[in-house]
């Protein structure tokens, strides 16, 4: 069993927004134990164990991650009219051309339909993503230079 970073947040978010207060999983590679302790804030802490065979064993604050799990999934469910712009592709996301050049989209943007929103690099070439809505951004999902995956969604869009 193997789980990357981006099911470990989505795990997080699900732990917290439940108040589930511990949490282990284990299997013959690992043993993953996560528990949510005394909130020091209105939005708790939560300290993750990762043990591995060795018997080595990392403790690793993640309250930021799962708090912005938390707030991404609360507000993609506050308004369920927003579109989703989801990636076509594995490889690693861009929001501008070039470094020195302003972002194809940003919050607050007014984008149309064909309209390149961000560019996606696999495989040494860069791909441009096209919206297929017209509307305003709400949300950026994903930082720059940031590996993505497969159907991830990368923004919201409020269509109008």
Known sequence: MTIDFKELSELLGAIAANNI???TLKNADFEL???QGQAR???GSIS???ADISSQTVTLPLADAAQTVIERQSIATVD???VEIKSPMVGTFYRSPAPDEPP???IGDRIRAGQTVCIIEAMK???EIESEVVGQVMEVLVENGQPIEFGQTLMYVNPS
Do not use: G, H, Q, Y
Request: glycine residues 0%; without cysteine; proline residues 0%.
């Open 48 to 50: 993750t164990t990762i």
């Open 104 to 106: 194809f989209a940003s």
């Open 80 to 82: 369920t009219k927003w």
């Open 21 to 23: 207060t511990e949490l």
């Open 41 to 43: 804030s209105a939005a």
């Open 33 to 35: 134990t996560v528990s």
């Open 125 to 127: 070439l860069m791909n």
